[in-house]
Structures are given as C-alpha cells and as structure tokens.
C-alpha cells in the first residue's frame, strides 16, 4: 500500500474527520493501535487568532488612522469556521488521479477540500518520498496559487518543495491555518 493510498472512513466529503471522534478512538486505543489505524500526516485546522500569528495582519484597525480603511480578504469568512476543530489525514480520495500527490484545495476534486475563497482551486499539494532510515518524509509545493502560502511563518515561493515535519504551520491564503501532525503526534494531541 502507497503512503498516499490509505482512506479514512470517518472522513466526511471535504476529506475532514471531526478531532472529537478522534478523541474516541485515541482513548479507546494504545498508540501503537492508533498509529496502526491513522499511518498518515494529519492536518489539524488551527483558529488563526489564538493559535498562529499572521505577520503584518494582527492588527486590522489603527485607533490613530482618521480615514475609512477597506478590509478585503484580511478578515476571516465565516466558511474557515466549518473546519476548526476538523482534521484531514495527507491521503489520496479513492479515483483521484496522480497517486504520489495528496492536492488540497476550494475545488471538490481535490483530496483535500477546503472551500474557503481565499484558497485557490488546486492551492498546492503534499508528495511522500523515502527518508533515511526507512521512514516518510513529506513536502508541500504551492501550485501558483493567487493568495500564497506560507509554512512556518515563511513565504512559499511557488513550484518549489517544502519539507514538512512534525508540528510545522501551514498557510493557505488569509484564512486557513493547518498544523502537520505525524500519527504519533496526533494520539499524543488527541489524548490532551
């Protein structure tokens, strides 16, 4: 079985599986099960306010600004807040074509959904490759996507790949922020 390949039957159809059923099955299971259960990368949707600082947006109003000021596409919608408190697993949907790419996007046809208008249709995706000592590494690529994205708080220049580990901060657009999470990581976050 590719890394890509496995699909988890919880996941509704955006690819995201509630972090409460997670609880569960994380409570009900040794980490060593839950790991067996959930093999790949989780992406887990952090609220951008209390967990993750968008530089040179967290503050939207200037008391000494007299002026009208326009806010597009600085405050979030009310679309990122069907994900928080979600996660979705780096896996590839059943029939969806390029199996080494897990793409995450506003498109349905992703593998991963996020219909959110600052994403782009086909915003980036994540490849598995080999890693020394026999385990998985994972990067991310933007695929010129219109609002950017950003990994730990760092610009994403488009077309080139990111190594990802553990804990690392995605950014897609204005409004998603996602936290990589390996399985073992996730029992752990999931048992708090």
């Not at 099955?25 to 990368?41: H, I, L, M, N």
């Amino acid at each position: 079985m590719s890394p890509t390949s496995w699909h988890c039957s919880d996941a509704n159809e955006d690819g995201f599986v509630s972090f409460e059923v997670l609880r569960k099955r994380a409570a009900a299971s040794t980490e060593e099960e839950f790991v067996r259960d959930f093999p790949v990368p989780a992406l887990l949707v952090l609220h951008r306010g209390e967990d993750f600082s968008v530089q040179g947006r967290e503050q939207l109003y200037d008391p000494n600004d007299r002026g009208f000021q326009l806010l597009t596409m600085t405050v979030p919608s009310s679309g990122i807040l069907r994900y928080l408190g979600k996660v979705a697993f780096l896996a590839k949907r059943p029939g969806n074509p390029f199996a080494h790419l897990v793409s995450i996007g506003r498109s349905a046809s992703n593998d991963i959904t996020v219909a959110v208008d600052s994403i782009s249709r086909v915003h980036g995706y994540f490849v598995a490759g080999d890693a020394a000592g026999g385990g998985r590494k994972w990067s991310f690529s933007d695929h010129g996507s219109t609002n950017g994205s950003r990994l730990d708080d760092r610009d994403v220049i488009s077309g080139q790949s990111y190594g990802l580990r553990d804990g690392t901060v995605l950014q897609l657009g204005f409004e998603a922020v996602l936290e990589l999470l390996m399985p073992e990581s996730l029992h752990r976050r999931a048992l708090k």
